[in-house]
T-cell receptor, first 115, second 110 residues
């Protein structure tokens, strides 16, 4: 069964460093998402991406964050200068369509630890 | 911002018992999805409900979407230890993002 894959599974970084989290969405999906989950808290929406553009972003997704689809398969989340409070699980999701058919499939996540 | 409250937050029951968990909001969602999440892993989709009043069954799991599309329930019949996990509801807003509930952590005691 097709799945969303994320790498690395765990990323440890120093505060102020840049990190890039990688995702390979399901191959025929067109809509891509990043969510994060701080330990013990609920999953929160960060950003959605379609047709090489951000279509929606939350207030969490500030200027330190960016997303990119550099080729036909990868979808990346970059954090320019990490802060301690960026420590969380980051989940990538993809869906084949929007609206009522928007069923999002999630990857296993990348655990980001900022020291 | 739309909020989804799940109850109970924690539930621990004996194997073989039935249980219901709830997902409530004051807002209307275009659809609602139920996920299960294991520790250290991503949410795994169980079901999507779209129409008000819709009922879907997945083996021993029964999902219902409220008539007004503001709430949902998950009923498990004859719970088994393999049902242990974190159950999340998530409402779809418009065309894009999912708003996740607070989660119900279920433990089935053998």
């Amino acid at each position: 069964e097709p799945e969303v894959t994320q790498t690395p599974s765990h990323q440890v970084t120093q505060m102020g460093q840049e990190v890039i989290l990688r995702c390979v969405p399901i191959s025929n999906h067109l809509y891509f998402y990043w969510y994060r989950q701080i330990l013990g808290q609920k999953v929160e929406f960060l950003v959605s991406f379609y047709n090489n553009e951000i279509s929606e972003k939350s207030e969490i997704f500030d200027d330190q964050f960016s997303v990119e689809r550099p080729d036909g398969s990868n979808f990346t989340l970059k954090i320019r200068s990490t802060k301690l409070e960026d420590s969380a699980m980051y989940f990538c999701a993809s869906s084949v369509r929007r609206g009522l058919g928007n069923i999002q499939y999630f990857g296993a996540g990348t655990r980001l630890s900022v020291l | 911002t739309q909020l989804l409250e799940q109850s109970p937050q924690f539930l621990s029951i004996q194997e073989g018992e039935n249980l219901t968990v709830y997902c409530n909001s004051s807002s209307v969602f275009s659809s609602l999805q139920w996920y299960r999440q294991e520790p250290g892993e991503g949410p795994v989709l169980l079901v999507t409900v779209v129409t008000g009043g819709e009922v879907k069954k997945l083996k021993r799991l029964t999902f219902q979407f409220g008539d007004a599309r503001k709430d949902s329930s998950l009923h498990i019949t004859a719970a088994q230890p393999g049902d242990t996990g974190l159950y999340l509801c998530a409402g779809a807003e418009g065309n894009e993002k999912l708003t996740f509930g607070t989660g119900t952590r279920l433990t089935i005691i053998p």
